[in-house]
């Protein structure tokens, strides 16, 4: 289980997130929906280690989290940050193999099996990565992610400037990977319709602090929570 347990943080002396509890069970995919600026970014970088924690902690399978986003790497916590995150003047494989070898797992290895999950990238092996498609750079993001074989995965607005093609594409695969590798996922996002088609439950933020917990279900039919939380 993955737990975010009374988060507060921010930067300098703001206070952006306050009091924050989530919890992802084992092989579970929860939505982290919520406006833009109510703090889903600043909560992701919490949980990874990027900011410092004012109050609050993080657990992975039961245990504190190390203090280092490295350290919380090798504990199994992928992260696939907001704007994508590739290293642009390494080729596509080259990233890939990075990210495995830098958590000890084979870079051959983790590069075959990433082209076999997402076999768009396998035409643009040695491309540099700088100069792939917005949306191509978000699915090596993700790819990069998975290399260190992770046992949750936390994706921050992975929808943003991607075309509805790949969208369809990356929840197809964000399914199949949780059902096959049982790799819990929190995904934070503006895009109701995407959360909709890959998780079960969701929790919505508002002004920095949880407003409520629901089920997949409900959120889809509550079409007034719909447009006084989330504005579609």
């Known amino acids: 289980m993955f737990k975010i347990v009374d988060a507060t943080g921010g930067y300098g002396k703001t206070i952006i997130i306050r009091d924050v509890s989530i919890e992802v069970n084992p092989g579970e995919i929860v939505a982290l929906l919520g406006r833009n600026g109510v703090g889903k970014s600043t909560l992701m970088r919490f949980a990874t280690g990027l900011i410092p924690a004012m109050k609050g902690a993080v657990e992975i399978d039961g245990q504190p989290a190390p203090p280092t986003p490295a350290k919380r790497a090798q504990k199994g916590l992928g992260y696939v940050p907001q704007g994508r995150y590739v290293f642009p003047r390494m080729t ?5 193999a990075v990210a495995a070898e830098a958590n000890g797992h084979p870079g051959k290895r983790a590069v ?25 750079q978000q699915i090596l993001a993700l790819a990069r992610a998975l290399a260190i074989r992770p046992s949750i995965l936390l994706l921050d607005e992975p929808t943003e400037g991607v ?20 790799i819990s996922v929190l995904v934070a996002e503006q895009d109701l319709d995407f959360c909709l088609s890959i998780s079960n439950r969701a929790y919505v933020m508002e002004k920095g602090a949880i407003r409520l917990e629901t089920d997949r279900e409900s959120l889809r039919n509550d079409k007034a929570l719909q447009q006084e939380l989330l504005g579609v």
């Open 92 to 96: 596509v494989t080259e990233n890939i």
């Open 112 to 136: 075959e099996e990433a082209f076999v999950d997402f076999p768009m990238l396998k035409p643009k092996a040695q491309d540099l990565a700088g100069g792939l498609s917005g949306g191509q």
């Open 163 to 182: 075309q509805p093609s790949i969208i369809d594409e990356m929840a197809g695969i964000l399914k199949r990977i949780n059902q096959e590798r049982n």
